[in-house]
């Protein structure tokens, strides 16, 4: 009995394991094998509706009625292979993606840039940590899980096409674009956090997408409003720029985005954006990489591609490059002709041609697209915004809180004695304020707004110095966290003022970068970076200040000279 129950026990594991590995099946390795499916939808289309899955557009849901019926009439009549959805709310887009599939001969891909989840283009919904905070966790399995609940968050709603993780390096503060987008400057650290995210989205049947190739990290130019050059040797981007993307490579990503700049050591080319060149995306990604999967332009409605290529010219420049997917063309209609065009007089071969819409078709149904169900809108929101994934978004931030110096004051913090909680930038009250305020008994609440004037900066300093402790959160109040803080000079100079109180502790809740332009800071007994301004970092950091969690991230940013790359102190408790 014993072995028949030993021999039952073995039967039920190898079922389960070879039904986990089926369902886990990467999109790169289900390419090589022949698919019926794919096969039978490519040979009823025409060579237009073939180039047209090639093509995504723009989708609102907060354009009104009009919009909305626009984009069906261009899924309609022009067969594209899918659409990006932008800003919106998910109830109506939940709708309308069930609007949209039942007008497509084809089921669509449903893209999103959901870099920090669904929050980063819908309202009502949930928005997990940005990059930056996530490049300072020292737990890469809590981001797999992120990774995997943004999944299931996104397949929730209809959507199988995220356009993340950003795995540039930013090693340039100043980057207009990417900045807080990026898990930090260091490499293998960017690398090794984009690889856990984007295979927790892979395991959930989610396709992704790294950006932006070869690496939008060190620049100063905003591609959305001009075109960047990249001046690097080849050399100095296959040791730097491409190591991330090289990396996600082999460990199986599903796509990868080409970023607009001009690179004169990879294409001589005068002008030209690296979604455009041959040399770039079909030499250096698919040739000497080997990349196989999905090759997706970055939009082709911004300036740094248009500005040099326009009237159409930049889609189809792209398609001869190697791209699979042109995301947003100016003119839909107008790409397709074009491309049509250039198949028509062999400009990229007949072979290369299928191949691209073989694939594209290939991940529909690895996407599940070959049995489409409509998004069910019962209970959405409860599920979009959902316990667990609240309380793994505290976790993230608990994880992710550096404490960059501490001389042994936090330790010493007694909740009995006058302590001063302030909050610079707010004018109300600050859930950092509020957990600090339960905590130390004899304290008071002081807020100081960006514009308070030298006079009421000056009666306050000499209120604060009759403090026995004094604990200051430094808010950016702005939607996204710049490398600069907007405030003024003499706000800057009252932070430096509090800094030197000899029991100061200072948390910055904004772009770690900020912390170069706040000079004085560094007297602070003690300085914890938040990263950003949301709710859940002020809990997290109130949480240091209390000692109910020890802060073991660490900063994954240079910032100057007093604080670098990997810096981070371990309370002593």
């Known amino acids: ?76 009549c022009q067969h594209v292979g899918g659409l990006v959805f932008f800003q919106g709310g998910p109830g109506r887009q939940a709708d309308l993606v069930n609007q949209y599939q039942q007008l497509a001969k084809v089921p669509l891909l449903i893209a999103i840039d959901g870099e920090w989840g669904l929050g980063m283009r819908l309202d009502s919904t949930l928005s997990f940590p940005y990059q930056m905070t996530l490049g300072a966790i020292q737990d890469n399995q809590l981001i797999y899980k992120m990774g995997q609940e943004v999944a299931a968050q996104c397949k929730r709603l209809g959507i199988t096409f995220n356009f993340a993780p950003d795995m540039d390096i930013n090693n340039n503060p100043d980057n207009p674009v990417i900045g807080y987008r990026s898990f930090g400057d260091n490499k293998f650290n960017v690398a090794q956090k984009g690889i856990a995210y984007f295979q927790g989205m892979q395991s959930g049947g989610l396709l992704v997408t790294a950006k932006h190739f070869p690496g939008h990290g060190d620049t100063n130019v905003d591609s959305h409003q001009d075109l960047p050059q990249l001046p690097f040797t080849r050399q100095r981007l296959d040791s730097l720029e ?154 993230l931030s608990d994880a992710a809180i550096t404490l960059l110096k501490d001389d042994s004051l936090i330790s010493k913090l007694d909740p ?108 602070a007994g003690a300085i914890i970076v938040g990263y950003q301004k949301e709710d859940f970092m002020q809990l997290a950091a109130a949480k240091v200040i209390t000692r109910q969690i020890k802060a073991t991230g660490k900063l994954p940013v240079s910032i100057n000279t007093f604080f670098t790359t990997g810096m981070g102190v371990a309370i002593r408790q």
């Open 1 to 76: 009995m014993t072995l028949y129950r030993k021999l039952f026990a073995l039967t039920i594991l190898a079922f389960v394991t070879s039904g986990a590995f089926a369902q886990q099946q990467s999109f790169i390795s289900s390419l090589s094998a022949q698919n019926h499916w794919v096969d039978s939808v490519f040979h009823k289309m025409s060579k237009k509706e073939r180039v047209a899955q090639l093509l995504f557009v723009r989708a609102h849901t907060n354009k009104g009625k009009a919009y909305a019926d626009s984009v069906g009439k261009v899924i309609k």
């Open 242 to 395: 491409e190591y991330p993307f090289r990396e996600a490579i082999k460990a199986g990503i599903s796509g990868i985005m080409i970023a607009h700049m001009n690179i004169p050591s990879l294409d001589t080319t005068a002008r030209l954006p690296s979604t455009l060149s041959r040399p770039i995306i079909t030499g250096v990604l698919k040739d000497s990489l080997g990349f196989k999967g999905l090759v997706v332009s970055d939009a082709m409605e911004m300036k740094g591609v248009t500005k040099y290529f326009p009237n159409g010219e930049a889609d189809v420049r792209a398609f001869i490059a190697g791209n699979d997917i042109l995301e947003l063309s100016e003119n839909s209609e107008r790409a397709i002709k074009l491309i049509k065009k250039a198949v028509r007089h062999h400009e990229v071969s007949k072979e290369e041609f299928e191949a691209r819409v073989k694939k594209v078709l290939a991940a529909k149904y690895w996407a599940g697209l070959n049995n489409y169900q409509p998004v069910t809108t019962a209970n959405l929101s409860q599920d979009l915004n959902n316990s667990n994934a609240k309380a793994l978004i505290q976790q």
């Open 416 to 523: 009995m004695k006058a302590t001063a909680i302030i909050s610079i930038g707010p004018d109300q009250l600050t859930p950092f304020q509020q957990e600090l305020g339960h905590y130390f008994t004899s304290s008071k609440i002081f807020n100081i707004p960006k514009d308070m004037q030298v006079p009421d900066m000056n009666r306050l300093l000499s209120q604060i110095k009759g403090y026995d402790q004094v604990i200051v959160g430094v808010h950016d109040t702005r939607t996204r966290p710049g490398s600069k803080l907007d405030y003024p000079s003499n706000l800057k100079l009252l932070i430096a003022e509090l800094a030197a109180h000899p029991n100061s502790v200072i948390s910055v809740f904004a772009n770690p970068y900020t912390i170069a332009g706040l000079p004085g800071i560094e007297k």
